[in-house]
């Protein structure tokens, strides 16, 4: 089936990058969400993004136009369902993801193609859920959307080889490249970098370096981009423990346990950038460390 028309479920830094890379690639998109300021929010977020990029020479104006033009916005969860394909985005919560897809199966096209943009969860689990574990796929985008060039796509026991198919040509079509995962806990990228960010953690706790000297050694000694404690804190601390969880759940190996100072930031509320605090503390016109 050709794709032409995309349904994001879910307008926050996952879901407006996603709506971002789809519309500019040509597709109609609808991007929905329960709240009405976290809809405006990605709108103008869109919309600065996508005025970065004609600075930079990489779009023109008249495609950054036609780009804004291609999405629309609402809060009913149905008007989305008449897509060919949807892309769940919402919160990292299995409960939630299930309502969604619950709320949309009355509502869909028998072709409508589902997935879900879980950085962790077992998509034959959310698939079984559905009319449609053939047509159900993890469609695991990399943060942030518009830049990085990954897309996992992760088929279900029941994933049928003309979905996965079709998701690749749109990866193809975004001009990122697929890779195609198994599905266990965590996949690929988060399967390897999670339990790197949770060793980090532990080196914190246990005293053997600093937050500062932790994310300068993996910087100048491994030549990450990123040191391992400034990532989850763009992460998202929540994020990096609940993907930590769903590994120590699912594989039952105690290499896969949570570091209890990660549990203890979460539990503070220092989720790091988006609550302004975490291993580092942002509330100022510098980061500083918070250990």
């Not at 994001?8 to 109609?28: P, T």
């Not at 939630?96 to 879980?118: G, Q, R």
């Not at 962790?120 to 859920?129: K, M, N, W, Y």
Request: negative net charge.
């Amino acid at each position: 089936m050709e794709i032409k028309s995309i349904g994001v479920v879910g307008a926050g830094q996952m879901g407006n990058g996603i709506a971002h890379v789809m519309a500019l690639a040509g597709y109609e998109v609808r991007l929905n969400d329960i709240s009405q300021e976290a809809l405006d929010k990605a709108v103008a977020t869109i919309g600065k993004n996508l005025d970065r990029q004609v600075t930079r020479d990489k779009i023109s104006s008249d495609e950054r136009d036609r780009t804004m033009a291609r999405i629309r916005t609402t809060l009913h969860l149905p008007e989305i369902a008449q897509t060919d394909l949807v892309i769940e985005a919402a919160t990292e919560r299995e409960e939630v993801k299930d309502k969604i897809f619950a709320a949309l199966l009355p509502h869909l096209k028998p072709e409508t193609i589902l997935t879900s943009n879980t950085s962790s969860i077992s998509i034959t689990r959310l698939a079984s859920r559905t009319d449609r574990p053939e047509k159900f796929l993890g469609f695991h985008f990399m943060n942030p959307v518009p830049v990085m060039k990954l897309v996992e796509l992760i088929r279900g026991i029941a994933t049928d080889h003309e979905t996965y198919e079709s998701c690749l040509a749109v990866v193809e079509k975004l001009d990122k490249t697929a890779a195609s995962a198994e599905d266990f806990p965590a996949f690929i990228v988060n399967r390897i970098l999670i339990p790197m960010i949770n060793e980090a953690c532990y080196t914190l706790y246990e005293g053997v370096g600093n937050v500062r000297s932790i994310d300068m050694a993996m910087k100048l000694g491994a030549n990450h981009p990123m040191g391992p404690l400034e990532l989850a804190d763009f992460i998202g601390l929540d994020t990096c423990l609940a993907i930590m969880n769903v590994l120590h759940d699912g594989l039952a190996d105690t290499k896969y346990r949570p570091c209890p100072l990660l549990t203890k930031y979460v539990e503070a509320g220092w989720l790091g950038r988006k609550t302004g605090r975490g291993f580092y503390d942002y509330r100022g016109d510098e980061p500083v460390p918070t250990r």
